[in-house]
């Protein structure tokens, strides 16, 4: 394809843009309409690369890389994060674009490789400053925490995403809106997403000479560890590099426990989202003094009256390495049931994603609103919960109702009959 003109991305470049490998030439375009969306079309390749993790990991260890529950969990927080933007237009662009349309200072040329590098520097230091900036202040950790509530680290632990984080990212990247082109902004800020799904994963080790200057799945792994030498470390997207300029980089050294140091112990999604803004409400309330109340608010989760901004390292849980993961015991039967049901919701979101330009606004709200009870729904089964069977018989109950009015169809059609049974 001729510069800035429309062009598919092959599967090969697809493969290419989760590595961050496709370089200017093939990436460059006028506009923010051209730009591929890479997300939705590496999908194949995050559910091919999570069969060959679960493959290389059951060759080296004889075991899985992670569970059932955790799993659908992860999946579900990730599919929670997205129903968003089947409503709305990404706020980032939204953001960006109009300060672009109405305070850039001067233009880049679009189809410069210049600014193609500048813009992978820019990006990614923009993504290590509002990371940081998760883990350290109390109101944006509430939400970046759900990203690290799993106990298990495996790539399905790279699409548990947080709803609202979205909302509060964005402006960190509006300074390079005065003078980077929306379009070239759209590439990396994809790009930089993609990058580090790879990098939740135990099956690699070390990459050598590339461990200086890249994330890597070591130095990521610190980052979601509990151990106290992992606390706060290695906040880098696709670059390790502002770690080092910092001082907040870690090497892999003891083995690292994943998880929350307060684990919030629960796979249903509402609750993993909501329970922490609930904590952070209570405290506040219950906290002495205008200043302090604030403080709960904008300094660090570890933050108490009389501690400094972060907390004291010395209250941060001892790791003995015998910490058992949240896993309530549920039959094998159940956990199958909750697999085939799964699929069906996978089934119905991506139907959803593929035709929500056709239906009405009404119809669509249904969608997301039965997929939410769902996987709430799911959640709780998983936890073994004594009224999960009356909200999934529920649930069901809806199910045949709004598919035999019609409102929901699956992709498949011949599945039709299967769905209703």
Not at 170 to 198: E, G, R
Not at 295 to 322: D, N, Y
């Amino acid at each position: 394809a001729e510069a800035g003109g429309p062009r598919d991305t092959a599967p090969g470049q697809q493969l290419r843009a989760l590595f961050y490998a496709l370089p200017p030439g093939e990436s460059s375009f006028r506009t923010v309409e051209e730009v591929p969306d890479y997300v939705e079309k590496s999908i194949p390749f995050f559910i091919t690369f999570i069969g060959l993790e679960f493959a290389v990991s059951w060759i080296q260890k004889r075991k899985l890389p992670g569970r059932i529950n955790d799993g659908i969990s992860s999946l579900s927080l990730g599919i929670l994060s997205r129903l968003p933007d089947v409503l709305f237009r990404s706020i980032e662009l939204i953001s960006y674009i109009y300060v672009w349309n109405n305070y850039r200072l001067f233009e880049l040329p679009w189809d410069s490789p210049w600014t193609w590098y500048l813009t992978l520097l820019g990006v990614d230091f923009a993504y290590y400053c509002f990371h940081r900036m998760s883990h350290e202040v109390n109101i944006l950790w509430a939400a970046h925490q759900v990203h690290h509530s799993s106990e298990d680290y495996n790539l399905f632990t790279a699409l548990r995403q947080s709803v609202v984080q979205k909302y509060t990212s964005w402006m960190f990247n509006l300074p390079m809106a005065l003078f980077i082109p929306p379009s070239v902004f759209a590439v990396h800020l994809q790009f930089n997403l993609l990058y580090q799904f790879w990098i939740h994963t135990e099956v690699i080790t070390k990459l050598g000479p590339l461990e200086w200057i890249l994330n890597t799945p070591s130095h990521h792994r610190v980052h979601h560890g509990r151990n106290p030498y992992c606390i706060d470390k290695n906040y880098g997207g696709t670059l390790i590099i502002w770690d080092r300029i910092f001082g907040t980089f870690e090497a892999e050294d003891a083995k690292v426990v994943y998880g929350l140091t307060h684990p919030v112990n629960s796979f249903d999604p509402i609750m993993l989202q909501l329970r922490p803004l609930a904590h952070i409400w209570n405290t506040f309330w219950a906290t002495p003094g205008f200043c302090n109340k604030l403080s709960v608010i904008f300094k660090g989760p570890g933050w108490g009256p009389g501690k400094p901004r972060l907390g004291l390292p010395e209250e941060i849980p001892v790791i003995t390495g015998k910490e058992v993961p949240f896993n309530p015991y549920v039959p094998a039967y159940l956990n199958c049931y909750a697999l085939v049901h799964f699929a069906v919701i996978v089934d119905l979101y991506t139907e959803l994603l593929a035709s929500m330009t056709m239906l009405s606004q009404g119809t669509v709200l249904l969608r997301i609103g039965f997929i939410i009870l769902s996987l709430v729904s799911f959640g709780l089964l998983m936890e073994n919960k004594s009224k999960a069977g009356i909200l999934e018989i529920i649930r069901c109950l809806v199910f045949i109702g709004v598919y035999k009015l019609g409102y929901f169809r699956s992709q498949v059609s011949f599945l039709g009959y299967a769905y209703e049974v």
